[in-house]
Nanobody, 118 residues
Framework: QVQLVESGGGLVQPGGSLRLSCAAS????????MGWYRQAPGKERELVAG???????KYVDSVEGRFTISRDDVGNTVYLQMNSLKPEDTAVYYC????????????WGQGTQVTVSS
């Protein structure tokens, strides 16, 4: 069983930056997808950014140009660099890693709070 441990959340002023990290306790084999989701109070969880094992990335429109997702397959870690943060980015951010070919696995982190406020 692979466990995901997130870090890097916190309180930041509007316009500031944070870097989230998500480390997997074991190696993820095969074709896979690593993503960061967020859930604000009263809202559904949404995919913020994702990266496939062969490199393509995807972002929700609201963070395009401000957030950058990257991965380190040697260290089994996925990162989310968040710049120019806005109050509407406030949410609990969750890391997700899932395989796209058998055996199929779907792992989630425990979540880390990001609060953007002056």
């Amino acid at each position: 069983q692979v466990q995901l441990v997130e870090s890097g959340g916190g309180l930041v002023q509007p316009g500031g930056s944070l870097r989230l990290s998500c480390a997997a306790s074991g190696h993820i084999f095969g074709l896979n997808f690593m993503g960061w989701y967020r859930q604000a109070p009263g809202k559904e969880r949404e995919l913020v950014a994702g990266i496939f094992s062969r490199g393509p990335t995807k972002y929700v429109d609201s963070v395009e140009g401000r957030f950058t997702i990257s991965r380190d397959d040697v260290g089994n870690t996925v990162y989310l660099q968040m710049n120019s943060l806005k109050p509407e980015d406030t949410a609990v951010y969750y890391c997700n890693i899932r395989t796209l070919a058998p055996p199929l696995y779907d792992y989630w982190g425990q979540g880390t709070q990001v609060t953007v406020s002056s």
